[in-house]
């Protein structure tokens, strides 16, 4: 470990915190509708979108409709998305004339695009043309963050509202997302990526001569654009096989920085978008603190791990740090931190390979993805994933001090607790119960490349992967099978969607609640008890349900690692 290496992780935290009102600010604007300095600009869009689609934004809807919407065009978005894919072959934009992908390929990857996940088994140089990258992959996107977001703000209205059924309008929501957020940022962000080396070409391949003299062919394509909403969406698919590692998508350190803090930016901001919504900007900075706190030790035990390496190579002189793996330009700890980063949130993208982590710096991710990702979490998806946890532990409560359990003004009944049980529980029940086919069955036990215990930690990794709508792969498992896309494909979507509907259940049930004014007897909801109860509901609750798990995986793992033993 260096001083460095922690500075970077001090100084990366401090301006997530830092950017959480600005941000917060922005999105806020968009959560009631007003007009920003964009308007004048895209207003005339957003209006022909809705005169076009025949929408009226202000028309609200309840949280069936609002859900039904959503479904419908997420539904409509995962069967265009299949059938361009399959069509590969026969579309423009094909100069290599590569095929259409298989079905069952062809369906895993609609399903990860349109539920945010971006799980890829293939790689994009060989198998993707530029059409697809562009008109099935990056498209999905925006669609699927700004849905995200949607989201988050119907469960922010039904904190807010009082008395009334109506929590917004999904297609205003998602329009204004992506018209004043997600795109003009993408822009300049696409931008800067250009100007530090990131192509941004219809060419398909440049062939070079290298200073050896030898002959290569680099694949090239609408990279920037793609690389900048993939990271400011928490996407995380990415153009090429390496993702992030490929100096054709991160080809510096600085760049490295600056989309490790994209990853978490709009997360934050909506942590202070939802106090401003419940009219006490306190509520939000005690979720950003709790989100922020998991976060900081999980990447302090990360790189901590990963800059000690291997303990029994240093018995032969082997010593600096584990690099296997890892991209020198980003060094243990540039890679440690974009690991913890890119599964605290439901991004996926990575810089280094996790398979080739330490047993326990490997885990850091994993268990980041098993909490729910809700520590920062995806856009949208993190802040209302980590709303369910609160209602959790504001019951728990209420319990010990005797008293209907009461949040941000609304009494918290046993309805909002059975959902957001039902949403939490989701994760669990998927993850191991498809991890535990997999251990046992012929299919399943045909993936993992590495046999024991880390063998385990590559199928659990790729199912809690899937179902938290991460994206990552802890590599090592061959996943490009009809078993592996199918099972897969189901966690995307049931974790995806089997969360979004309960949350919308609750931004109902809320919003036709009165509200309830605090009281001296009130249970406070926004200092340091109420911080370290949220860290502690979500450590229980979220961590160990898991801890079995990962003691047959990266802790069995460690041990054996530290004994020398190999499988």
């Known amino acids: 470990m260096s001083f460095a290496g922690w500075a970077l992780i001090v100084i990366f935290t401090a301006l997530i915190a830092l950017s959480a009102k600005p941000m917060g600010a922005w999105l806020f604007a968009l959560y009631e509708g007003r007009r920003t300095p964009l308007h004048g600009v895209l207003g005339p869009v957003e209006r022909g979108f809705y005169r076009l689609s025949g929408v009226d934004p202000d028309a609200e809807q309840g949280w069936r409709a609002y859900t039904l919407h959503m479904l419908l065009f997420q539904l409509a978005g995962t069967v265009l998305t299949y059938g361009l894919l399959r069509a590969q072959a026969l579309l423009p934009m094909n100069p290599r ?34 059409l697809s990258q562009m008109l099935a992959l ?28 109506n929590i917004g309008n999904f297609w ?23 100007a530090s080396g990131v192509p941004q070409t219809f060419l398909s391949s440049l062939d070079i001569t290298t200073i050896e003299g030898a002959k290569q062919t680099l694949v090239m394509g609408p990279i920037a654009s793609q690389e900048a909403i993939k990271m400011l969406g928490t996407n995380g698919g990415g153009f090429f096989n390496a993702n992030s590692a490929h ?22 901001g909506l942590a202070w978008c939802f106090g401003k919504a419940v009219s006490n900007t306190r509520q939000g900075w005690a979720i950003l603190a709790a989100m922020l706190t998991i976060f900081f030790v999980g990447a302090g035990v990360c790189y901590w791990q990963e800059a000690a390496g291997n303990p029994v190579l240093h018995h032969i002189g082997v010593a600096g740090g584990n690099l296997e793996g890892k991209e020198i330009r980003f060094g243990v700890a540039g890679s440690a931190l974009f690991a913890a980063v890119t599964t605290a949130a439901s991004c996926g993208a990575v810089n280094a390979m996790h398979d080739s982590f330490t047993a326990l710096g490997g885990m850091v991710p994993l268990f980041n993805i098993q909490l ?23 019951f728990v409560a209420g319990l010990m001090v005797g008293r ?30 498809f991890t535990a086919l997999s251990a046992v069955l012929p299919l399943g036990l045909a993936g993992p490349l ?33 078993y592996y896309n199918g099972a897969l494909a189901v966690c995307m979507w049931i974790g995806r969607f089997f969360m979004i509907i309960p949350a919308m259940a609750i931004a109902g049930s809320l919003a036709a609640k009165k509200i309830t004014p605090a009281t001296a007897g009130s249970f406070p909801t926004t200092g340091p ?30 041990l054996a690692m530290i004994s020398n033993q190999t499988f």
């Open 404 to 433: 209907t359990p009461e949040y941000v003004g609304k009494k918290i009944e046993s309805r909002e607790v059975k959902l957001a049980v039902l949403a939490i529980a989701v994760l669990p029940l998927c993850i191991l119960g």
């Open 172 to 194: 205003g929501d998602m329009t204004r997302v992506t018209l004043y957020l997600l795109l003009p940022i993408s822009v300049v962000y696409a931008v800067f990526l250009m």
């Open 138 to 165: 990056t498209i999905h996107n925006f669609f699927s963050a700004a849905t995200g977001i949607a989201i988050a703000f119907a469960l922010f209205r039904g904190f807010a509202r009082a008395e009334t059924k």
């Open 97 to 130: 004339g590569l095929p259409g992908m298989t079905p069952d390929g062809a369906m895993n990857t609609a399903i990860s695009f349109a539920t945010n996940t971006n799980w890829q088994n293939y790689a994009g140089e060989a198998v993707l043309s530029n």
């Open 247 to 268: 100096p054709f998508e991160n080809p510096t350190a600085l760049t490295n920085f600056v989309q490790m803090l994209s990853i978490f930016v709009i997360g934050a």
């Open 529 to 558: 008890l109420w911080v370290g109860l949220l860290i502690g509901i979500i450590l229980i609750l979220g961590g160990l349900t898991f801890l079995p798990s990962l003691a047959l995986g990266p802790i069995a793992d460690h």
């Open 450 to 482: 590495n046999k024991g215990p880390h063998g385990f930690t590559e199928i659990l990794y790729a199912f809690s992967s899937a179902t938290g709508n991460n994206g990552s792969a802890f590599a090592g498992i061959s996943v490009a099978t009809p």
């Open 372 to 394: 729910g990702e809700v520590v920062i979490g995806g856009v949208g998806s993190g802040v209302y994933g980590f709303l369910l946890f609160a209602l959790l532990a504001v």
